[in-house]
């Protein structure tokens, strides 16, 4: 495990990074972390980033946010999936933070997942990239690599972060989101993965995978 991380960590480093984690570097800011990640589901990330930078550039805050109408967060943020829904998610959450976190964004798992439209995922990349707090996230391609892998035989996210839990070696619990989602947008795809490409091809069973390049 920790040579197949070691060598894709290497590979990560010409990869393009995940938009929240280019997003974080900027500075870390859990508000704008969770916003964007808000944003990304079922978006890709180029328009999540243009998205989030004209959100960002009227409304930083969970104050300011709340002065914006729905209809002006939608228009905002549109192209991004469900930018309807998403504006009025974001509308709740902010009002909470304000309400109940004096307008901060917790730090604490149980917290975050009490907010409209927060689920593990989310809640654990505003850990990692808001607060560089440990975690695992794991998304869909977290969870389809650490199963090609044979790391896991799990069926959902949540049973891989439970069990990555168990076996990943904190080191790479802050790390292992950002370079298996770059890795799996470009190399390990979801369908017909570039095998030949990959940098730990020798070291992979390929489980489930059909047909690969």
């Keep these: 495990m920790e040579e197949v991380l070691e060598r894709i960590a290497e590979a ?23 916003i964007s990640c808000i944003l990304s ?4 990330d180029e328009v999540t980033k243009e998205a989030s930078k004209r959100l960002f550039s009227k409304a930083s805050t969970p104050e300011e946010m709340l002065k914006l109408s729905e209809e002006e967060i939608a228009r905002l ?21 304000v309400e109940r976190y004096g307008g901060r964004v917790p730090d604490e798992m149980d917290k975050l997942l009490k907010l409209k439209g927060v689920g593990r995922k989310t809640a654990n990349l505003v850990l990692v990239e808001g ?11 977290v969870h389809r690599i650490c199963n090609r892998l044979g790391w ?12 990555l839990r168990e076996i990943l070696p ?5 790390d292992i989101n950002r370079w298996l989602v770059a890795f799996g947008k470009e190399i390990c795809r979801p369908v017909s993965p570039l095998c030949s490409q990959c940098p730990v091809e020798e070291l992979c069973p390929k489980a489930g995978v ?3 390049r």
């Excluded at 589901?41 to 890709?44: F, I, N, Q, S, V």
């Design 12 to 34: 990560y480093k010409s990869l393009r990074e995940p938009v929240v984690t280019q997003i974080a570097k900027r500075k870390r800011d859990p508000f704008k972390v969770l």
């Design 41 to 44: 589901l079922r978006t890709k």
């Design 77 to 97: 943020i549109y192209p991004v999936g469900f930018y309807n829904n998403k504006a009025k998610t974001i509308k709740e959450i902010c009002k909470v933070l």
């Design 131 to 141: 607060y560089g707090k440990p975690g695992i996230c794991v998304d869909t391609h």
């Design 152 to 163: 896991v035989k799990t069926k959902t996210p949540e049973e891989t972060e439970k069990k």
């Design 170 to 174: 904190k080191k790479y619990w802050m």
């Design 210 to 212: 059909k047909r690969h």
